[in-house]
């Protein structure tokens, strides 16, 4: 991003470059009213820099012009809300979805992927369940592929160590102690489950998918963050990467409606979307 190279601006015109940096590098925006996330979001760094203030971290931006402290500043700005088992019905519905995917395509092995992963809680979530539902190991084992557009949170996700805040929110002591080993004050996944999920970096708004056709990509809560234009394209992005017959999974608050004529409501798992040009396995299992 191309900063100016005049005195530092104040602290709105301060905000409103980190803004035009974060939608700059990935398309997402953050609205007037939640201005304050900026400052909020970025005290630690400005803490870890020796920094009072984001005027002067502007200003630090323009003078080194490198591109490793706009990509600390993009970080620190994205949202990594994210917990285990998150609308664990939701979970569920995808788990049989899969299943009846795979009932109906025995002979290749069902993809999965999970765009906007965070730090790894919703596919390593879909790991454990495809297990616990016979789903997890071998052929029959679903490939699941996640993505972020943060480096940071992936190498949290490829690590697979969380706090005790973390590892409590949404799971269950019977699945802490199936899948996770004590690491000193956090927790770390079983390297048999970090196997199971392909961790890559990509960003929804500027690159390609993942490589290949997937059975069920889930979008989750991403898509809030982004102007209408930018939703528009993204839907293409994603009706591109479904294969005949798959689903697309988005949050509870988002919806295809007036934005994209590649997905219809899959009437028989509610709340899930099919691309209307896909031919689905089996009318009976996604109608």
Not at 22 to 32: F, H, K, N, P
Not at 141 to 170: C, K, W
């Amino acid at each position: 991003m191309h900063f100016p190279t005049s005195t530092p601006p104040g602290s709105s015109e301060s905000m409103n470059l980190i803004s035009a940096l974060l939608e700059q590098r990935t398309g997402q925006q953050i609205a007037a009213n939640r201005a304050w996330r900026i400052e909020t979001a970025l005290k630690p760094l400005l803490r870890e820099k020796g920094l009072a203030s984001l005027d002067q971290l502007v200003a630090q931006l323009v003078a080194t012009r490198t591109g490793d402290l706009g990509d600390q500043v993009v970080d620190a700005l994205l949202n990594q809300e994210t917990s285990f088992f998150r609308d664990a019905a939701v979970l569920d519905m995808i788990a049989d979805a899969t299943k009846a995917i795979q009932d109906e395509a025995p002979d290749r092995k069902v993809r999965i992927w999970s765009s906007g992963c965070s730090t790894g809680q919703e596919p390593l979530s879909l790991a454990m369940l495809f297990d616990e539902r016979g789903m997890g190991e071998g052929k029959a084992a679903p490939e699941i592929v996640a993505t972020d557009v943060s480096p940071a949170a992936l190498a949290r996700a490829r690590a697979g160590r969380y706090s005790q805040f973390e590892i409590q929110r949404g799971l269950p002591v019977r699945r802490m102690m199936t899948w996770f080993d004590s690491a000193g004050v956090d927790w770390a996944a079983k390297p048999e489950l970090l196997r199971r999920i392909q961790f890559r970096q990509q960003n929804l708004t500027a690159d390609a998918p993942p490589p290949g056709k997937f059975d069920v990509v889930l979008c989750r809560n991403v898509l809030l963050y982004f102007s209408q234009e930018v939703r528009r394209d993204v839907f293409g992005i994603l009706a591109s990467a479904v294969r005949p017959g798959g689903v697309l999974v988005l949050g509870a608050g988002e919806t295809v409606i007036g934005l994209t004529d590649r997905f219809r409501p899959c009437e028989r798992f509610r709340g899930f979307y099919r691309a209307i040009d896909a031919t689905p396995v089996k009318q009976a299992a996604f109608g």
